[in-house]
């Protein structure tokens, strides 16, 4: 008996956070000057979740989860002079949270359009899934096929060189970075000193997309047909405990989004990825922690222009597939809808999946999430 009224209690507190948030507006960031060129914004990103799965094999049928809490820092000293340091929550193996860990920590110096330069721990050159991160997704979950290598949420330490053209219509990102090391990363080998030498280009055909970033959804307010392509490379980076391979990864991603229909907005959206581990048997995301082998997905959505109470509905299905040279081959659909209520600042999800693992029996769950920022 308490323990349905946990889960009604966890359940209610989810609502009632959305409730809460519907009532005050979700400002991304605050920000103060000091002179004309010096300037300080702090903002904060939360997002939570209850999970059905029919499947647990730990028995527990349903969670609540606090999946990300964020603090955003970043400002100015000088025109060309930056910074940017956002801290995140970090979970043991158990999945409870036991730390909050630094996620990003970059000087920027930022000439023009066509030439800047950023170094710390931040994202590495990469495909548009992780350049969006969560919270820019266009559904709730990180794609799992998306799986270079990196320190925490996706960063890297290391430095990159970016620009653009036109305003966002043509832009190039190119980094050395750690990647695989002894310590602190997703992969492990001791044997390499060499770089992770990573690249993406990016071209968009309709509405350019300014600055280092991406984002998987505009609600309408931009018109997007992208293309990008990303390549990455680290020698010896693979290891199976007695012979080492260099590391190559690369995929093509696309963006397409238009309004259609008067002001509804249609989104089509995938990526292809190739892993490469130079023969050498790295246990999938086991082991060495690399990847190794095929993957893709591919995602719709469409946002109805039309409110219900205080947001607008968007339907979305995404399509995802893993095939491991060296393991089993894993896929996943999900149906759901997002509730946007103001944009990637306040939204509302409601996902059904199904996961299959070669060998496994099918995992089913459901989850609602909200996601906020201020």
Request: charged share 20%; hydrophobic share 35%.
């Amino acid at each position: 008996m308490t323990h349905h009224y946990l889960r009604r209690g966890k359940l209610a507190l989810l609502v009632g956070m959305a409730a809460w948030a519907s009532a005050g507006a979700a400002v991304a960031g605050e920000k103060w000057t000091f002179g004309p060129e010096a300037s300080l914004t702090i903002g904060a990103g939360l997002r939570a979740s209850f999970v059905y799965n029919d499947d647990d094999p730990t028995g527990e049928d349903s969670d609540f989860s606090l999946n990300s809490a964020r603090i955003f820092t970043s400002g100015q000293f000088t025109k060309i002079i930056g910074f940017t340091f956002n801290t995140e929550i970090d979970r043991d193996n158990d999945g409870d949270i036991n730390d909050i860990r630094m996620m990003d920590a970059i000087v920027r110096l930022e000439f023009n359009d066509y030439f800047n330069i950023w170094g710390g721990r931040m994202l590495a050159p990469s495909d548009r899934a992780n350049l969006d991160g969560p919270y820019y997704a266009g559904t709730w979950e990180y794609p799992f096929v998306s799986a270079y290598p990196q320190i925490f949420q996706g960063r890297d330490n290391g430095v990159a060189v970016w620009g653009q053209t036109g305003g966002g219509k043509f832009k190039y990102q190119v980094g050395a970075f750690t990647g695989c090391a002894e310590d602190d990363n997703s992969c492990y080998n001791p044997d390499t000193d060499a770089p992770l030498i990573t690249g993406r280009l990016t071209y968009n055909f309709w509405d350019p997309e300014a600055g280092y970033y991406t984002s998987s959804d505009y609600y309408g307010e931009k018109e997007i047909l992208a293309v990008g392509l990303v390549g990455q490379y680290q020698a010896d980076a693979a290891t199976d405990g007695f012979s080492n391979g260099d590391f190559s990864g690369f995929n093509v991603d696309f963006l397409m989004q238009k309004r259609v229909f008067g002001s509804h907005v249609f989104t089509l959206e995938g990526a292809y990825y190739v892993y490469d581990t130079d023969g050498i048997d790295t246990g999938g995301l086991n082991g060495n922690g690399l990847a190794d082998g095929n993957s893709f997905f591919v995602l719709t959505s469409f946002l109805i222009d039309h409110k219900i109470g205080f947001g607008k509905f968007q339907p979305v299905f995404r399509y995802q597939e893993f095939e491991f040279d060296n393991g089993p081959e894993v896929s996943e659909w999900s149906v759901g809808t997002n509730y946007i209520i103001k944009g990637h600042d306040l939204r509302l999800s409601a996902i059904y999946s199904e996961t299959d693992t070669d060998g496994l029996e099918t995992v089913n769950r459901f989850i609602t999430g909200v996601q906020l920022q201020f």
